[in-house]
Each structure stands twice: as structure tokens, then as C-alpha cells.
């Protein structure tokens, strides 16, 4: 193999493993938090669903019903901002 065809095969290489690494393998590597009901209020569990994140004190009844069922199913979001700005737009 040729100097040349050696160096377009390793970027050929190299540019498909960027494309790889730049979509997500899966749903959960970009959610990395989760908004669920408990005792009802709603938690922020980090990841792993075992620790917590954000106590909110937002009780699930300041949601809708139809919201109340996804609450209580839990919901994943990938930053802290979506959280936020989803939970202003049920409770202002």
C-alpha cells in the first residue's frame, strides 16, 4: 500500500469515527436529567434516577392533568435550563 492510500484510508477513518461522536448513541447520553413526581412534588434525579439534583417544591397539582400523568411517568431533559423553562411555563 501506498504512502498516500495509507493517509486517505486513516482520514477516511478519522471522519467517520467525528460523525460517529458527534450523534448521540442513544436517547440517554444527551437526557441527563429527570423530572419526576414524588410524594407530590416534583424531584430532579441526576442520570442515574438515584440522586437527587433539585428538591423544586412544585407540587404536581399546578399541572394539568394530561402533564400530571407524564410527571408522574417521569420526564428527561438534557439541561437544568430545560427544566427551568419548562417548569416556568406550567407555574407562572
Given at each position: 500500500m501506498?504512502?498516500?492510500t495509507a493517509v486517505e484510508n486513516h482520514l477516511a477513518e478519522s471522519s467517520s469515527e467525528e460523525e460517529s461522536e458527534a450523534e448521540p448513541a442513544n436517547q440517554e447520553s444527551?437526557?441527563?436529567y429527570y423530572l419526576v413526581c414524588e410524594d407530590n412534588f416534583l424531584l430532579v434525579?441526576?442520570?442515574d434516577k438515584s440522586t437527587v439534583c433539585l428538591y423544586t417544591h412544585?407540587?404536581?397539582?399546578?399541572?394539568?392533568?394530561d402533564e400530571?400523568?407524564?410527571?408522574?411517568?417521569?420526564?428527561?431533559?438534557?439541561?437544568?435550563?430545560?427544566?427551568?423553562?419548562?417548569?416556568?411555563?406550567?407555574t407562572s
Open positions: 501506498s504512502s498516500e444527551i437526557n441527563k434525579f441526576c442520570k412544585v407540587p404536581i397539582t399546578d399541572f394539568p392533568e400530571q400523568a407524564r410527571l408522574r411517568a417521569g420526564i428527561w431533559f438534557s439541561s437544568m435550563m430545560d427544566i427551568f423553562s419548562y417548569l416556568e411555563s406550567y
